[in-house]
């Protein structure tokens, strides 16, 4: 039998095992297993790529600001640019490929509805048109625009500088760090978006898709993509470098194209890579759990963390029932 399928539920492919904390936050403390987790689950492999990217592009793909020093359309222009490029090769591609392609039809794949082509919640009545659209005029333009400007401040000297050559054990850490600091923030502005004005006149546009794809992951409205970038202003009061900052747009505009995937794995040959992130999808399923990611487990602290199995789900209801809820719709499958 097929790995995928022998957790394929009814409505798709499920993990084995119910979602659980990362073992560094586990008591009595596991170092050996933590730092396993670390770098052959939690960085390995995106991690990795996102930093090894962000190195290439400092070094490469970054331009200069110009004789002047000034904030110039080029140094933006160039910046959204590469972004642009990078987007469309990473959500394009895996988009070619499980989508477009269907190299490996619905194998991994979290739900068994392919995305829509004729609804009228999105642009052209087309999901993928209207998730593309709102990722790069919008969400590339956002992105491209904190980076060249926190860039540049750090070129001028304008905030914090670090250098690789002599706080060489400071940025490694901080690197790390970075990850889990992300994830904290998105934990934080995500749940502000849930609030029901700022839900239903900016946060629903991203939330109308209940059945995710590649280029969901930035397909927001221009409010959402300002709060959700807004962690590269946390290097205006932090010393960091570069390479830290391009970090921060590819692990926040690259790593939700992997993330909303709707895969769980990504099948190459007998092998696979992992894509799709579990946890937010069901988050888009219910609505009103899994606001953050297992990494930052503020869900777990809030008692809003749904680990995928069926008495998680029971307990949802329980407490929809016990809340009376009769606000937006969790779009529960």
Not at 105 to 116: N, T, V
Not at 134 to 152: H, K, M, P, Q, R
Not at 160 to 165: G, I, K, V
Not at 303 to 329: C, F, L, P, Y
Request: hydrophobic share 45%.
């Amino acid at each position: 039998m097929n790995p995928a399928e022998e957790s394929r539920g009814v409505n798709g492919y499920r993990p084995e095992q119910p979602i659980g904390l990362p073992p560094i936050f586990s008591w009595p403390l596991k170092p050996i297993r933590s730092i396993q987790w670390l770098l052959t689950e939690f960085l390995f492999p995106w991690g990795f790529v996102f930093i090894g990217l962000a190195a290439i592009s400092w070094n490469y793909l970054t331009p200069n600001i110009g004789e002047t020093g000034g904030l110039s359309i080029g140094f933006v222009g160039l910046i959204f640019l590469r972004n642009c490029c990078l987007l469309v090769v990473v959500a394009g591609g895996l988009h070619w490929w499980l989508y477009r392609k269907a190299r490996q039809g619905s194998d991994y794949k979290f739900s068994k509805r392919w995305m829509s082509r004729t609804s009228p919640r999105f642009l052209w009545r087309n999901q993928v048109y209207d998730n593309v659209f709102w990722s790069l005029a919008s969400g590339v333009s956002v992105w491209s625009a904190f980076e060249a400007l926190t860039l540049w401040a750090w070129i001028k000297g304008v905030i914090p500088q670090a250098h690789w050559t002599g706080d060489f054990l400071y940025l490694t850490c901080s690197t790390v760090v970075f990850f889990f600091a992300s994830s904290s923030h998105f934990y934080l502005i995500h749940r502000m978006l849930h609030w029901s004005p700022l839900y239903r006149s900016v946060h629903e546009l991203h939330h109308r898709n209940v059945n995710t794809g590649p280029w969901t992951g930035i397909s927001m409205h221009p409010v959402e993509h300002l709060m959700f970038f807004s962690m590269f202003f946390v290097w205006w009061l932090i010393p960091t470098h570069p390479t830290i900052i391009i970090l921060t747009g590819f692990f926040k505009g690259l790593g939700p194209a992997v993330s909303h995937s709707g895969f769980c794995k990504i099948r190459m040959g007998r092998r696979s890579l992992a894509a799709g992130d579990w946890f937010h999808d069901l988050h888009h399923r219910h609505f009103e759990v899994n606001y953050g990611n297992v990494e930052a487990p503020f869900d777990w602290a809030r008692g809003t963390w749904h680990d995928g199995s069926e008495v998680a789900k029971k307990e949802m209801v329980r407490r929809r029932i016990a809340q009376n809820s009769t606000g937006i719709d969790g779009h529960a499958e």
